[in-house]
């Protein structure tokens, strides 16, 4: 009989991975546009959002692998990698935003350029979690479900113990 610690913990659900999402990548994502702004007024803004945007994809993508998505560690190299690539495309949505705002208005000010970048960001983000649950850490949700003990007793018989299990834990719900 397995004890509860030997039990991995199961992936949370679409609604609780956002949320996390939201708590963990907004978290990371304030303290960033906060760090660009600061960044750039020493270095252009395009090169200070590129230094903050990996610094924050490195921190995020680990705080994804172990609250958000419930990986059992550490990113990998690869998960790192695919995040990388989703950050990329955050990276060009954000500049777009600021360069459209700066063709708009001669001299935005820096509450102005924060709103842009932020809402950039949030809609960044929602494709971002759209990628990272059904790519990025797709493996660890179906390697959950794939563990989750079942609720039968050790003496089942042959054939009920050879009948397909519904999925206990929906990753991709």
Request: with cysteine; proline share 5%; aromatic share 8%.
């Amino acid at each position: 009989m397995e004890t509860a610690q030997s039990r991995q913990p199961a992936a949370p659900g679409a609604f609780t991975s956002f949320a996390r999402f939201v708590l963990c990548g907004g978290g990371v994502g304030l303290a960033s546009s906060f760090a660009v702004a600061v960044l750039a007024s020493w270095i252009p803004w395009m090169l200070a959002n590129a230094l903050i945007t990996a610094g924050s994809t490195l921190l995020a993508t680990e705080l994804h692998a172990r609250f958000t998505f419930g990986a059992a560690g550490h990113a990998t190299w690869r998960q790192h990698a695919q995040s990388a690539g989703s950050a990329a495309a955050a990276y060009a949505v954000t500049c777009a935003a600021i360069l459209v705002l700066h063709q708009l208005v001669a001299a935005p000010g820096a509450v102005l350029e924060q709103v842009v970048y932020l809402s950039a960001c949030a809609l960044a983000g929602v494709a971002r979690f759209a990628v990272l649950r059904l790519v990025v850490f797709a493996r660890e949700c179906s390697q959950a479900r794939a563990t989750v003990p079942t609720a039968r007793p050790a003496h089942a018989t042959v054939a009920r113990d050879s009948a397909p299990l519904a999925p206990a834990v929906l990753c991709h719900a």
